[in-house]
């Protein structure tokens, strides 16, 4: 069982920055896949970024491709996302999403266990 925490989201300004925490409990989280997620207003949950937990391998969405950077701490339980460069478009609610796989899981239905969201807001 991995329990998630997400904070660090907020409102900012077109071209700002923001990093998002998710702090994991859990004896398995660091044999987890995690990911961050969003879902915007109107619009279907999407998979911004993923790091796997064999090798930190990552995967971004094209969309956040250059702005946007995940990584994750095993000691401290915890998985980042660094959002730079930040559009109104970004606007969502971010959720952090453990899979229990060892390789980069990419597909939502993989994730086995959610955080409650962190709302962002960038406003033009």
């Known amino acids: 069982q991995v329990q998630l925490v997400e904070s660090g989201g907020g409102l900012v300004q077109t071209g700002g920055s923001l990093r998002l925490s998710c702090a994991a409990s859990?004896?398995?989280?660091?044999?987890?896949?995690m990911g961050w997620f969003r879902q915007g207003p109107g619009k279907e949950r999407e998979l911004v970024a993923a790091?796997?937990?064999?090798?930190?391998?990552?995967y971004y969405a094209d969309s956040v491709k250059g702005r946007f950077t995940i990584s994750r701490d095993n000691a401290k339980n915890t998985v980042y996302l660094q959002m730079n460069s930040l559009k109104p478009d970004d606007t969502a609610v971010y959720y952090c999403?453990?899979?229990?796989?060892?390789?980069?899981?990419?597909?939502?239905?993989?994730?086995?266990?959610w955080g409650q969201g962190t709302q962002v807001t960038v406003s033009s």
């Open positions: 859990g004896r398995t989280f660091i044999r987890c896949t």
């Open positions: 999403a453990a899979a229990e796989w060892a390789g980069l899981v990419v597909a939502t239905t993989r994730y086995d266990y």
């Open positions: 790091i796997s937990w064999s090798d930190s391998r990552t």
